[in-house]
């Protein structure tokens, strides 16, 4: 078997509102980890603390935005099938 078909059986295959969660979930912890370096950043660079703090700040409300599109996605739909 090639090393290309060993990737793609241990990479689950996502549709539809999993696959949103999923990136959604990424995505979050990609924000928080560009969060904490911003944090180490504000200490390590204070000439430049303001323009972190910024940086910060505007990710932290996309991450409350994320946090609240996957509250959006893992709440049961309010239709019923016929």
Do not use: K
Not at 17 to 38: F, I, K, N, P, Y
Not at 71 to 79: G, I, T
């Amino acid at each position: 078997m090639s090393d290309a078909n060993v990737l793609f059986d241990t990479i689950p295959v996502r549709f539809g509102r999993s696959a949103a969660v999923a990136a959604v979930e990424q995505r979050l912890c990609e924000l928080q980890a560009r969060v904490t370096l911003c944090n180490e950043l504000m200490l390590e660079e204070p000439e430049f603390r303001y323009e972190h703090e910024l940086e910060r700040d505007w990710l932290l409300r996309q991450i409350s935005e994320h946090q609240f599109d996957l509250c959006r996605l893992n709440q049961p739909s309010l239709r019923r099938s016929a």
